[in-house]
């Protein structure tokens, strides 16, 4: 899944002087007020951290308060998704109008039905709503399908994802990875019985007033010469 990288980050995290003995402990819990949050520095929402090293050294604010900064160095992963990036989730809820998806467990998505292309129809199944495929019948999304589809935009201050399912490449990921020469290439089962209807072409060396011969043209120049043949003997 695209939407997901690893930065690694120099930070200074400012402690509490009454945690100055308990700074590894400390330095864990500052940082976890980061996660699930969007960070415009970092440009994504913070999934994990690892440190990676610990100043020794701190430096102390004066203040009334003397708080003091750890200087650290930590791989942060997060998710920042971008438009027409393919992100995957799992489906939450279907309505005739919309798709709900969950993404990484937190972070809703929304397909509208205008972002849904025209191939799948909504359609009433066990007394549930899915989405089926018109071209291909076993490509079928309902709750709880794990989806794949393109980002159209990210709203950074709730979170969530506007999606689109419009390319091929987009549906029910279980399809899809069975199929995925169909989606790649869905127009080689026509070309291949185009050429099927299309008459065999030789090569140059086996033309006529150097024009390129069909198998029929070759055949009458079989027969030809077989009559001379005879007529000869």
């Known amino acids: 899944m695209e939407g997901l990288k690893v930065s690694e980050a120099s930070l200074i995290v400012y402690i ?5 003995n308990q700074v590894s402990k400390a ?5 976890s007020s980061l996660l699930f949050t ?35 160095k ?3 992963l997060l998710f920042s998704p971008k438009p027409d990036m393919l992100l995957e989730g799992k489906v939450e809820k279907i309505t ?4 709900h998806v969950v993404v990484l467990g937190f972070s809703a998505a929304i397909i509208a039905e205008k972002d849904i292309r025209a191939e799948f129809v909504y359609r009433m199944k066990h007394e549930k709503g899915v989405y089926a495929s018109k071209s291909h019948k076993r490509h079928v999304i309902k709750k709880e399908t794990m ?7 990210f709203d950074e201050e709730t ?30 089962s026509t070309k291949k019985r185009e050429n099927e209807r299309q008459p065999l072409m030789l090569d140059n060396k086996d033309a ?25 003997s």
């Not at 006529?208 to 000869?232: A, C, H, I, M, N």
């Open 147 to 153: 989806i794949r589809f393109m980002v159209k935009s």
């Open 16 to 20: 509490h002087p009454s945690k100055s």
């Open 38 to 72: 969007y960070n415009d520095i970092f440009d994504g929402v913070v999934l994990a951290y690892d440190i990676n090293s610990l100043d020794k050294c701190a430096k102390i604010l004066p203040g009334v308060c003397p708080y003091f900064g750890v200087n650290l």
């Open 27 to 31: 330095v864990p819990r500052e940082l």
């Open 96 to 99: 005739h109008d919309s798709i």
């Open 74 to 76: 930590v791989n942060m």
């Open 159 to 188: 979170l969530q994802v506007y999606g689109s399912l419009v390319p091929d490449n987009t549906g029910s990921i279980h399809w899809l990875d069975k199929n995925l020469e169909v989606v790649s290439h869905p127009d080689r």
């Open 208 to 232: 006529l007033d150097g024009e390129p011969s069909t198998v029929d043209t070759v055949q009458k120049l079989k027969k030809s010469k077989k009559q001379k043949v005879r007529e000869e």
